[in-house]
């Protein structure tokens, strides 16, 4: 999944993350949480895009676009976020970084070959 | 694989990629090439540390640091890595984005739990 962003400057978060051994009973709530929180990203203002890949070994990452630093703070405030967040420290996550940084310039390859 | 990086600011440079779908005699020398462009990374000035994780999907995003513009645009011309950018539109790669990005603030937490 690819995010369509704008031409930049725009923000990106950058999250890197290790899961912790999941338990016997499954993945411990942690998938529908992650679907929840994309799906009200969405809905924040100055959301631009997600993508997010985990490996086989539990590494993932997760890069958010957002518009404004001021986006990606309303975000960090949102309730429900907060609370998961919260949850991923104690529960899911074995080990994280967070980098915020400002694209300055993006290029690349549209899936018919040409570049974009 | 988690970089360990300096106080910010640094950069980053975020290449989202999908894997186009592999030939019928493996991965069409994908693997041996993605090592090597690591470990030259590695050896280049103002390199900080890299992150990589894929899905079984094919969707991979990388994420490379770098002390500096200059050190991005150095190992940009380096010849082998140009030389395998060629492979990648050609062979390896359906899609993908290169942003380039200012790290400006960055946290996490630790192994053992502790937050840094």
Known sequence: MFAQTPEPPYYAVIFTNQRSRQSADGDDG??????RMVALAKQQPGFLGVESVRGADGMGITVSYWSSEESIAGWRQHTEHTLAREQGRKRWYGQFSVRVAKVDRAYGMAPQGERS
Do not use: G, M
């Open 30 to 35: 942690y998938a529908d949480t992650a679907e």
